[in-house]
T-cell receptor, first 114, second 113 residues
Framework: AQSVTQLGSHVSVSEGALVLLRCNYS??????LFWYVQYPNQGLQLLLK??????LVKGINGFEAEFKKSETSFHLTKPSAHMSDAAEYFC????????????FGTGTRLTIIP | GAVVSQHPSRVICKSGTSVKIECRSL??????MFWYRQFPKQSLMLMAT?????????EQGVEKDKFLINHASLTLSTLTVTSAHPEDSSFYIC?????????FGQGTRLTVV
């Protein structure tokens, strides 16, 4: 069984400030972890994924995440927030790259303060 | 990147009617397709897993006779909401996968009035 917990349903940061979105996972098998972004009334876009290679994963739009097995965490960060980063972010876990179902966290809504 | 087209993006239907939602992988053949449902301000919940040429596998609590899934080819899966009721109003998202990644459609906002 797999699950994901996203701490903080809403996060607000000032433009230019550090973005930190938290994700902790539980998995009975080596996990594959993902971060997706969703803009209003749209589907999901993959930001980055961890597939058991490098623990520090770099994604699109300046985001990165670090897999920490000891903490069962996969937090998403971005050094400097931009107004266009305002969206809903979902952490997800799978037991495989892609052809297994994804189990999603409850999401974190990121608001950027001008 | 790979493109998944989901149609329609929005649909309003009367209670008791049926609605069909299409999910197409435009530039790749999908190993598997998944259908998710998202309630307002909530996460995505998997409804069913669909493989071409076989019956869909539904998650616990999802009525297979109400949410009919047909996976006619490696590039097309359809979800039909039968005898829709207002409580079926939701955002439905499909995902088409290769061996290495899942690609999502744009979603369908269903409103049953």
């Amino acid at each position: 069984a797999q699950s994901v917990t996203q701490l903080g349903s809403h996060v607000s940061v000032s433009e230019g400030a550090l973005v930190l979105l938290r994700c902790n996972y539980s998995s009975s098998v080596p996990p594959y972890l993902f971060w997706y972004v969703q803009y209003p009334n749209q589907g999901l876009q993959l930001l980055l994924k961890y597939t058991s290679a490098a623990t520090l994963v770099k994604g699109i739009n300046g985001f990165e995440a670090e897999f920490k097995k000891s903490e069962t965490s996969f937090h998403l960060t971005k050094p400097s927030a931009h107004m266009s980063d305002a969206a809903e972010y979902f952490c997800a876990v799978s037991g495989n790259f892609g052809n297994e179902k994804l189990t999603f966290g409850t999401g974190t809504r990121l608001t950027i303060i001008p | 990147g790979a493109v998944v087209s989901q149609h329609p993006s929005r649909v309003i239907c009367k209670s008791g009617t049926s609605v069909k939602i299409e999910c197409r992988s435009l530039d790749f053949q999908a190993t598997t397709m998944f259908w998710y449902r998202q309630f307002p301000k909530q996460s995505l919940m998997l409804m069913a897993t669909s493989n071409e040429g076989s019956k869909a596998t539904y998650e616990q609590g999802v009525e297979k006779d109400k949410f009919l899934i047909n996976h006619a080819s490696l590039t097309l899966s359809t979800l039909t909401v039968t005898s829709a009721h207002p409580e079926d109003s939701s955002f439905y998202i499909c995902s088409a996968t290769t061996d290495t990644e899942a690609f999502f459609g744009q979603g369908t906002r269903l409103t049953v009035v």
